[in-house]
C-alpha cells in the first residue's frame, strides 16, 4: 500500500540553515574553553628521514609554553587515521602504519613535534626553537618506481613492494573466452592527478581531559563513533571513558576526515594530557594541503573485447594508485574503483587487478568518488573510443551494454533498480545531443563540443568495508518525538533528511521532531557520514527506529481504542482505525497516558544495509579555444537515479556541488610536487579549484528508480555528482577537438600541446 | 609591542579596544569580540571566508591590518539581522539550498550584502565576480547565485512599496 | 618586531614620520600584501606607516589631459571610475582582474607598482599608458618613469622606509588612440596571470603614429616590446603586419618555465596569441 508523503519529498527548511545564515552555527574552530591551548606543530621540510636528535629544551623554555609532544613522549601505538581501521573485516587485517609521532618522517609535512600554548604566536616562536637533526633517507615519489626492487622501502609489507593491505582482485566469467570471442580489443592506460578536498573549514580539534581522566574531544571528524575508537585505542582508554563529537557542524569533509581529522585531534589529546589543559589544534591551510589526505593519483588501464556490434564481451581494469606515505584508505579505494568500473556495464567477462604504492607524498585517502571518478574517466572516455572505431553513437553503444536490473555483475548484492536509461534520454534532451558533431565551421578558432558519461555508485560501503547503523527513536510524553543518530551532518543535510523520514514514520509533523546527533555519548555506534551512506544506511536505521516505536504506540493506543494494532494509522499526530475512523486519539494523548502509568516508547534500529546502485548520466557542453588550448565548460547537465529525493532541493545541491568539484577534476584541479617532494599547490591560490566565474550553468535532472533496500526507496547521492564528469568532459573536448586525451586535468597548456602535435 | 587604541563602529555599536599592530581584522572580531560568525579558511585573502563590510565595501578581514578599521563602520554577520528579522538574503540563502556546510554562508552573504546594498538590480555576470572571491566547495555556486538574484528581488519590492 | 602602527593623515606627517623613525618604518596602503610578507618574515619592520587615511591621496584627478590617481586609490576605484573607463579603459580592465573582489576594495594601484612582481595587471596596463610615479621625499619630489621603478623581482625603486610614491600619472587616450588589456589565467578568479599583455596603440590616419606594448611576466618587470612597437611604427596597419608584429614581440621576452603556471615554451606561443589579439582589439577600439 502506498500513500502520498506528507514529509518525505517535501524541500523543508534546512534544520541547520538558520543558524549558519545568522553566524551563529558553532564550528570546531570556534570553541574556546576556559584556559584552552592552542597547539601548532613542527613538520618535516624533507620527504624522508630518520630523526637523529631530537631537543625541545629551549621551547620548553619560552614562556607561555605548556607542553612540548615529540615521539619521545607520546603513546607508542600504531594506528590508521581513517575509520577503516576499524571496521575491516575479518580475515582481512586493517593496515597501521602510523604513530602519533615517530622517529621516521615518510613525506614534507610529516608530524615531527607539536607545542602547546598560551596563544598561537607563541606556539609558533616555539616551534622555531625545536631543534632537530635529520639523515636523509632515499625518497621515491611515483608508484610505479615505488614498485621496483631498488626503491626504498617505506613499510613493512606483505603483498608486495610498498604495497599497503591486500592486492585487489575480482573476477567474473572467463576472461581469456571473453577476449577470444570478440572482434576487437582495446586497451587504453589513463593518468590521474593528485585532487584535494580542500573542505572550507581546515582540520580541527578541540581535546580536553577532565580532572578524573575522562576525555572530550570536538573536533571535525565525519565519524565520531570510529575516531572515538581509534583515539582510545592509542591512548589505551576504555571507549566508555572518550566522547569524541562534533560541535556541532563540520565546514564540510569531502571524505577528508572519515576517521581522524588527519591527526588533529590526537594530537591535541596528547598535548592536552601532557599540559593538563584544554588544548586546540586548527591546520592552516597549508597544513591542510600538505598534511591531509588527498584524492588518489595513479594509473588505469582498461582492456575490452568487443563485437562488431558493440557488445561487450570482456573487460579488463588494471589499477595502480598512490596511496603517498601512509596507508589512510588506500587498501580499500583500487577496490571500489575496479568494482565500480566493472559494474556500470553488463559485460559476461571481467576482471579487475589493482592496489596502491607507498611513495613519499602526502598521504592519499578518500575523497568523494572514492576511486569511482579515476575508474570511470578511463572506462567511459574509452567507451567513447571504442563507439568511434565502430561507428556507433555514444548514446547507442552504452545503452547496449549498461547494466540492467537483475543481471549478473560483480557486486555481492543484486541490482534491483535503475533509472539509467531513463537519466540519458532526459540529459540527452536537456543537452540536445542531437547538435553533437554539427557545431564547428572549419574555419572557427573556438570549437564547441558535446560529451557524455555515466556512472554508478555505492549506498553505503560494505563491501569494501564494515558497514552498520543504529538509531534511537524516543516518544516524548506530549508525542513529539527524539531521534538520536551518531551521523554528523556536514551540510549534506542529514540531520533534516533523517528528521523528515522519523516524521513520515511517526505520521507527525517535521516540527515535532528533535535530533540529537555526531556524539559519541548520547548516541548508539553508528559508523557516520561516509560512501554516500547517511541517507540510505543512517536513514534505514532510523526508519527501523520510528517503526520500533509507532509498533509500541499503536499496541498501546489499541488497548486505549480498544481495537487492535494492524487496524491503526497515524496521520498529523492522529491515530485512528483505518475500520472505525470515529476511534482515534492523538500521539501526545497515548504517550502522556504511558507516562503516567510508568512507560515510554523507545524505538531502536538496529540495522546492516544492504546495498542499492544510483546511477547517473552526465552531459557536458565545452568550448576549447584553439590558439590558447582553454577549455571552458559551458553548460553541465546531470541526469541522477536517486532512487527516492527524500529533500529534492537537498539532493541538487549535492549534485550541483559534486559535478563543480568534477568540473575542477577534468579541467584544472590538480597537486603537482617539486623534486624535493613538496607540494606546488599548497594554497587556495595555487590550486586551482573553480570559483564562480568558472561554473556554467548546472542543470540537475533528478530521476527516482525507488530501490527496495533504501528507505522510501532511496539510494546513495553525495559522492555521485563527480563520477562521470571529468569523462564526460574529456568526451566532449573530444567532440570539439578530434583529440583524445588520456590524462587530466585538461590545463590550457595540455590541450595547447595536443592541439600542436596534432598539427 | 606597543598596544594601539582602535575605535571602530562594528555593526552600528561603538567599540573602543586595545590592539597590537600586527592584529588583522578578523583577530579582532573573531578572537578579541568574540563574533565567531565571520570564519577564517586561509589567512591570506586567498578564500573570501572571513569577508567583512568596511565602509560599505567587502574585504578580506585575514588580511586588513586591524588599525585600518579606525573610525570605519564595520558589518559581520551577526550584525544584518535577527531571527525575527533576518536580512533577506539569509532567508534566501535558506531558502533556495545556498547554505551546506555554512563555512563559506557569512562571508559569502557579506560579500552579497556589499553589492546589493548599492545594486539591487544585479547582473548574473555582476553577482558570480561579487562572490568570485568566496570560495565554496559545496554547492557549486548556481544556488547561492540564485539567493542572491531572489534577495535582490525581495528587497526591490519592499522598497518599490 | 613590530611594535607601532601609525594612520597618516597627511603627507606631510608621513615623511616626518619616516625621518623620526629612521629607516625602521614602512609605508603601507592596503597592506594586502605587507601582512602577509609580515607575518612570513619576507620583510621587516618596527612601524606600519598606514597612508589610506590621506585624504589628498584618495583622489582620481584629470589635470591639462593627465589623469593622476593618488597612492590611496584602490584598484575598485579605479575599475570604477568614469575618468578612467573611459579615457583609459585597459586600466579599467587591469585593475578588474587582480584577485577577487575583495582584493580590489583594499589594494591600490600605486601599491600594485611599488610591489614590483613582475606580472601587477595594473602595472603593466600603466607602462602601456606611459606613466610616471610621483616619489615624494623629505629632498623633494621626483617623477620617475614607470619603466624605470623596477631594480629586481619585488624589488622597487621606491624605498618605503624613506621614501613615499604619492601619485602616479599618464596622459589620458585621446580619440584615435585605442587599447587593449587582454590576459590569459588559469581560472576566472583569484588567479596571477600566466601571461598579459597590454597595448595603447595612437593612430594617425590609417597609420600608427606610436604604439606601446607591454608583456608580463615574460623578464624580471613588465617589458617593453620595443622592436615590435618600431615594427608598427608609420606603418598603416592590418592582420598581416600585426601577426608578424607578434612574432618580434615573442623574440623579445624570455618567459621563464613556470611550475604553476605555464612553462616557457608554452608562455611563448602564448605570448603571440596574446599580443596578436591585443594588437587587434587597440586597433579596433582606436579606429
Not at chain 1, 545503452?399 to 541490482?415: A, D, E, H, Q, S
Request: proline residues 5%.
Amino acid at each position: 500500500m502506498k500513500k502520498d508523503y506528507t514529509v518525505v519529498g517535501k524541500n523543508i527548511r534546512k534544520l541547520d540553515a538558520i543558524e549558519k545564515a545568522m553566524g551563529a552555527a558553532t564550528f570546531t574552530t570556534d570553541i574556546k574553553l576556559p584556559g584552552m591551548l592552542y597547539g601548532k606543530v613542527l613538520r618535516s621540510p624533507y620527504p624522508h628521514a630518520r630523526i637523529v636528535k631530537i631537543d625541545t629544551s629551549k621551547a620548553e623554555a619560552l614562556p607561555g609554553v605548556k607542553a612540548v609532544a615529540t615521539y619521545l613522549n607520546t603513546p607508542r601505538v600504531k594506528f590508521n587515521t581513517s575509520a577503516t581501521s576499524t571496521f575491516t573485516i575479518p580475515p582481512l587485517q586493517p593496515v597501521e602504519d602510523q604513530y602519533v609521532f615517530d622517529s621516521v618522517v615518510r613525506y614534507v609535512g610529516d608530524e615531527v613535534a607539536a607545542v602547546a600554548a598560551t596563544s598561537k604566536k607563541v606556539a609558533e616562536e616555539a616551534l622555531e626553537l625545536i631543534e632537530v637533526e635529520y639523515e636523509l633517507l632515499p625518497t621515491v615519489f611515483d608508484p610505479l618506481a615505488a614498485m621496483k626492487e631498488e626503491a626504498p622501502s617505506l613499510h613493512h609489507c606483505e603483498a608486495g613492494k610498498n604495497v599497503p593491505g591486500e592486492k585487489i582482485h575480482i573476477e567474473m566469467g572467463d576472461i581469456e573466452l571473453g577476449f577470444a570471442e570478440a572482434d576487437y580489443v582495446f586497451e587504453h592506460t589513463f593518468k590521474l592527478p593528485v585532487q584535494k578536498q580542500a573542505q572550507m573549514e581546515t582540520q580541527a580539534a578541540v581535546a580536553q581531559v577532565s580532572v578524573d581522566g575522562k576525555v572530550t574531544v570536538w573536533s571535525t571528524t565525519q565519524t565520531p563513533h570510529p575516531s572515538r575508537r581509534i583515539l582510545a585505542t592509542i591512548f589505551g582508554l576504555p571507549y566508555s571513558k572518550v566522547r569524541v563529537l562534533n560541535p556541532p557542524y563540520i565546514g564540510g569533509g569531502f571524505g577528508v576526515r572519515i576517521g581522524l581529522s588527519a591527526k588533529a585531534e590526537p594530537i591535541a589529546l596528547a598535548l592536552a594530557m601532557l599540559a593538563k589543559q584544554p588544548v586546540k589544534v586548527v591546520y592552516d591551510r597549508k597544513e591542510d594541503f600538505i598534511a591531509s589526505d588527498t584524492r588518489h593519483s595513479g594509473y588505469v588501464t582498461v582492456k575490452t573485447g568487443v563485437k562488431k556490434d558493440g557488445t561487450f564481451t570482456a573487460r579488463k581494469i588494471m589499477g595502480i594508485l598512490n596511496s603517498g606515505a601512509y596507508c589512510s584508505w588506500s587498501a580499500e579505494t583500487p577496490g571500489v574503483l575496479g568494482a565500480m568500473g566493472l559494474s556500470i556495464y553488463y559485460c559476461p567477462n571481467q576482471m579487475y587487478d589493482g592496489h596502491s604504492v607507498y611513495t613519499n607524498t602526502t598521504p592519499a585517502g578518500a575523497m568523494r568518488g572514492f576511486g569511482n571518478p579515476q575508474g570511470m574517466f578511463a572506462v567511459d572516455s574509452q567507451v567513447d573510443i571504442i563507439a568511434e572505431e565502430l561507428g556507433m553513437d555514444p548514446m547507442e553503444i552504452r545503452r547496449k551494454n549498461i547494466m540492467r536490473p537483475g543481471l549478473p555483475w560483480v557486486l555481492p548484492y543484486p541490482c534491483q533498480s535503475s533509472g539509467l536509461e531513463e537519466c540519458m534520454d532526459l540529459g540527452a534532451k536537456a543537452i540536445v545531443w542531437d547538435q553533437r558533431g554539427k557545431q564547428n565551421q572549419d574555419s572557427d578558432t573556438i570549437r564547441r563540443g558535446i560529451g557524455m558519461a555515466i556512472g554508478t555508485h555505492v549506498s553505503n560501503a560494505w563491501p569494501f568495508c564494515g558497514d552498520y547503523s543504529n538509531a534511537y527513536v524516543t516518544v516524548q510524553q506530549d508525542g513529539s518525538i527524539q531521534v538520536a543518530s551518531g551521523v554528523p551532518d556536514m551540510g549534506t543535510g542529514t540531520i533534516t533528511t533523517l528528521s523528515q523520514m522519523a516524521a513520515e514514520v511517526m505520521g507527525i509533523a517535521f516540527g515535532q521532531v528533535g535530533i540529537t546527533f555526531a556524539d559519541t555519548e548520547s548516541t548508539p555506534f553508528e559508523i557516520g557520514s561516509h560512501a554516500s551512506r547517511t541517507c540510505y544506511a543512517s536513514g534505514t536505521a532510523v526508519v527501523a527506529a520510528a517503526q520500533d516505536a509507532r509498533k509500541q504506540v499503536f499496541e498501546y493506543a489499541a488497548n486505549m481504542l480498544e481495537v487492535t494494532p494492524g487496524e491503526l494509522d497515524i496521520e498529523n499526530g492522529i491515530i485512528y482505525s483505518t475500520l472505525t475512523q470515529e476511534k482515534n486519539i492523538s500521539l501526545g494523548q497515548v504517550a502522556m497516558e504511558a507516562h503516567l502509568r510508568g512507560q515510554q516508547f523507545i524505538g531502536v534500529g538496529r540495522i546492516i544495509p544492504q546495498n542499492a546502485p544510483p546511477y547517473l548520466a552526465h552531459f557536458a557542453e565545452v568550448e576549447v579555444d584553439t590558439e590558447t588550448g582553454k577549455v571552458r565548460v559551458t553548460k553541465m547537465v546531470a541526469a541522477h537515479d536517486v532512487g527516492k529525493a527524500i529533500h529534492p532541493l537537498i539532493v541538487e545541491g549535492q549534485l550541483e556541488g559534486g559535478l563543480a568539484m568534477g568540473i575542477g577534476y577534468a579541467l584544472s584541479e590538480e597537486i603537482k610536487y617539486d623534486d624535493r617532494g613538496r607540494q606546488l599547490n599548497n594554497g587556495f591560490h595555487k590550486y586551482m579549484l573553480p570559483t564562480a566565474m568558472d561554473i556554467p550553468e548546472l542543470e540537475a535532472i533528478i530521476v527516482e528508480a525507488e530501490d527496495p533496500t533504501g528507505p522510501f526507496g532511496a539510494k546513495g547521492v553525495g559522492e555521485t555528482g563527480l563520477v562521470a564528469t571529468a569523462a564526460a568532459i574529456a568526451n566532449a573536448v573530444y567532440d570539439a577537438i578530434g583529440i583524445r586525451f588520456f590524462e587530466i586535468p585538461l590545463t590550457e597548456e595540455r590541450v595547447y600541446r595536443a592541439l600542436k602535435e596534432r598539427k | 609591542m606597543q598596544k594601539k587604541i582602535l575605535k571602530f563602529k562594528l555593526n552600528g555599536e561603538l567599540m573602543e579596544l586595545l590592539v597590537s599592530p600586527s592584529d588583522t581584522l578578523v583577530d579582532v572580531v573573531r578572537d578579541k569580540l568574540g563574533l565567531t560568525g565571520t570564519k577564517k579558511g586561509c589567512g591570506k585573502g586567498e578564500c573570501g571566508a572571513c569577508t567583512v563590510i568596511m565602509n560599505g565595501q567587502s574585504v578580506n578581514s585575514c588580511i586588513v591590518p586591524a588599525m585600518q578599521a579606525m573610525d570605519a563602520e564595520v558589518e559581520t554577520i551577526e550584525g544584518i539581522g535577527t531571527s525575527d528579522k533576518m536580512h533577506p538574503l539569509q532567508e534566501t540563502f535558506i531558502d533556495y539550498g545556498a547554505i551546506q556546510c555554512g563555512f563559506c554562508t557569512p562571508g559569502m552573504i557579506m560579500s552579497a550584502k556589499a553589492l546589493l546594498d548599492g545594486n539591487l538590480s544585479p547582473s548574473r555576470l555582476q553577482i558570480k565576480e561579487t562572490i568570485a572571491g568566496n570560495i565554496c566547495r559545496c554547492t557549486g555556486y548556481v544556488k547561492i547565485e540564485q539567493a542572491v538574484l531572489a534577495a535582490a528581488d525581495k528587497l526591490k519590492a519592499s522598497k518599490d512599496k | 618586531m613590530l611594535k607601532d602602527y601609525i594612520l597618516a593623515t597627511s603627507i606631510e606627517e608621513a615623511l616626518v614620520c619616516l625621518k623620526t623613525y629612521a629607516g625602521q618604518a614602512r609605508i603601507i596602503a592596503g597592506g594586502t600584501d605587507a601582512m602577509l610578507d609580515l607575518s612570513a618574515k619576507k620583510i621587516t619592520t618596527s612601524c606600519l606607516l598606514d597612508i589610506t587615511k590621506v585624504k589628498e591621496l584618495k583622489k582620481i584627478e584629470s589635470m591639462d589631459g593627465q589623469i593622476v590617481i593618488g597612492a590611496a586609490v584602490t584598484h575598485s576605484e579605479v575599475k570604477n571610475s568614469d575618468l578612467i573607463r573611459t579615457k583609459a579603459p585597459l586600466l579599467a580592465e587591469a585593475s578588474g582582474s587582480v584577485g577577487s573582489l575583495q582584493i580590489r576594495n583594499t589594494a591600490t594601484v600605486v601599491g600594485n607598482v611599488v610591489n614590483a612582481q613582475p606580472a601587477a595587471d595594473a602595472a603593466v596596463a600603466l607602462m602601456a599608458l606611459g606613466a610616471v610615479v610621483e616619489i615624494t621625499e623629505d629632498a623633494g619630489t621626483s617623477y620617475v618613469p614607470i619603466e624605470e621603478m623596477y631594480l629586481g623581482v619585488g624589488k622597487s625603486k621606491v624605498d618605503s622606509t624613506k621614501q613615499m610614491a604619492t601619485s602616479i600619472r599618464f596622459p589620458a587616450l585621446l580619440p584615435g588612440q585605442g587599447s587593449a588589456f587582454v590576459r590569459l589565467a588559469q581560472r576566472g578568479a583569484l588567479a596571477l596571470p600566466m601571461l598579459n599583455v597590454a597595448v595603447v596603440l595612437s593612430l594617425c590616419e590609417d597609420k600608427v603614429e606610436w604604439v606601446r606594448i607591454v608583456m608580463a611576466p615574460v623578464a624580471p618587470k613588465p617589458l617593453r616590446a620595443l622592436e615590435a612597437e618600431k615594427y608598427l611604427q608609420g606603418a598603416v596597419i592590418n592582420d598581416e603586419l600585426i601577426a608578424k608584429a607578434a612574432k618580434i614581440a615573442v623574440s623579445e621576452a624570455t618567459p621563464r618555465d613556470s611550475a604553476l603556471r605555464g612553462s616557457a615554451e608554452y608562455r611563448k606561443e602564448m605570448l603571440e596569441v596574446l599580443v596578436r589579439r591585443a594588437l587587434q582589439q587597440a586597433l579596433t577600439t582606436a579606429r
